[in-house]
């Protein structure tokens, strides 16, 4: 039986390891192709892959399968749920593999990209640049086609020029595809969200009623350098999304 393959991941260890793991194993589940495999590699070949213990993989895996992602048979091994529903919860994380494992996993269409002015509030975020690209994208339940959120992305032009946009329509999140494919080395994101309420055109793309509750999510993607290379706004369904902030705790 063929095994499904998670995406590589470099490891953070100022954060725990586990959950690492399982935020990266995450994200490739949900950003799975419909035709992948289902069975997960052993335990042990997980661990390798990851360059962590055995013990830290079976945490990451024990919070796997209690969102439900996953179910784990004595014997037969550990397996996808083909048809889970995603959890929608909106959350501030310390990683990269955790940003991309929230943004995976939903059907993507390209409404628009291209080049346009620096928006007024963005340009002490693009000093002296007059124009960056712009990706426009809604993103829908994977099955029900059903709307849950639509995102607005500004991209350094010479950052934009390494981007595919067909990787986009194929559900890749703007954060994987500035890492994996145009070679973006990120340093950090910075999030920002808040309470708004449903202006037309949010209301018509996510099919709400006009000031319906939406969380407006802004993130500002550095590279090593520090220069921005990626300023997205999200607007995501208030009824279909929480909002929650994970603090762990200094070891003893």
Same mark, same amino acid.
């Given at each position: 039986?063929?095994?499904?393959?998670?995406?590589?991941? &470099?490891?953070?260890? !100022?954060?725990?390891?586990?959950?690492?793991?399982?935020?990266?194993?995450?994200?490739?589940?949900?950003?799975?192709?419909?035709?992948?495999?289902?069975?997960?590699?052993?335990?042990?070949?997980?661990? @390798?892959?990851?360059?962590?213990?055995?013990? =830290?993989?079976?945490?990451?895996? !024990?919070?796997? &399968?209690? &969102?439900?992602? %996953?179910?784990?048979?004595?014997?037969?091994?550990t397996? %996808?749920?083909?048809?889970?529903?995603?959890?929608?919860?909106?959350?501030?994380?310390?990683?990269?593999?955790?940003?991309?494992?929230?943004?995976?996993?939903?059907?993507? =269409?390209?409404?628009?990209?291209?080049?346009?002015?620096?928006?007024?509030?963005?340009?002490?975020?693009?000093?002296g640049?007059? @124009?960056? =690209?712009?990706?426009?994208?809604?993103?829908?339940e994977?099955?029900?086609?059903?709307?849950?959120?639509?995102? @607005?992305?500004?991209?350094?032009? /010479?950052?934009?020029?390494?981007l595919?946009p067909?990787?986009? &329509?194929?559900?890749?999140?703007?954060? !994987?595809?500035?890492r994996?494919?145009?070679?973006?080395?990120?340093?950090?994101?910075? /999030?920002?969200?808040?309470?708004?309420?449903? /202006?037309?055109?949010?209301?018509?793309?996510?099919?709400?009623?006009?000031?319906?509750?939406?969380?407006?999510?802004?993130?500002?993607?550095r590279? =090593?350098?520090?220069?921005?290379?990626?300023?997205?706004? %999200?607007?995501?369904?208030?009824?279909?999304?929480?909002?929650?902030?994970?603090?762990?705790?200094?070891?003893?």
């Amino acid at each position: 039986m063929a095994l499904f393959a998670p995406d590589s991941l &470099e490891l953070n260890r !100022k954060l725990p390891l586990w959950y690492q793991v399982s935020q990266s194993l995450r994200a490739s589940i949900l950003g799975r192709r419909p035709d992948s495999p289902l069975r997960l590699p052993t335990e042990d070949r997980l661990a @390798e892959h990851y360059g962590v213990s055995v013990l =830290t993989m079976r945490q990451a895996l !024990k919070e796997l &399968e209690s &969102e439900g992602l %996953i179910t784990r048979h004595r014997r037969r091994g550990t397996f %996808i749920e083909p048809d889970v529903r995603r959890e929608r919860t909106v959350r501030v994380l310390g990683s990269v593999d955790a940003i991309v494992a929230q943004q995976s996993g939903e059907e993507t =269409t390209l409404l628009h990209h291209g080049p346009e002015p620096v928006p007024p509030e963005h340009t002490a975020h693009f000093p002296g640049l007059p @124009e960056v =690209t712009v990706y426009r994208r809604l993103r829908s339940e994977r099955g029900s086609g059903e709307p849950v959120n639509w995102a @607005e992305n500004w991209i350094r032009p /010479d950052v934009a020029e390494r981007l595919d946009p067909e990787r986009l &329509e194929h559900g890749w999140p703007m954060t !994987k595809v500035l890492r994996d494919a145009a070679g973006v080395r990120i340093s950090r994101i910075t /999030d920002t969200v808040e309470a708004r309420l449903a /202006d037309p055109e949010t209301a018509r793309l996510l099919q709400v009623p006009l000031l319906s509750p939406i969380l407006h999510y802004t993130g500002v993607t550095r590279d =090593t350098d520090g220069t921005v290379v990626d300023v997205v706004r %999200i607007h995501y369904r208030g009824d279909r999304f929480s909002f929650s902030v994970t603090v762990e705790a200094a070891p003893d």
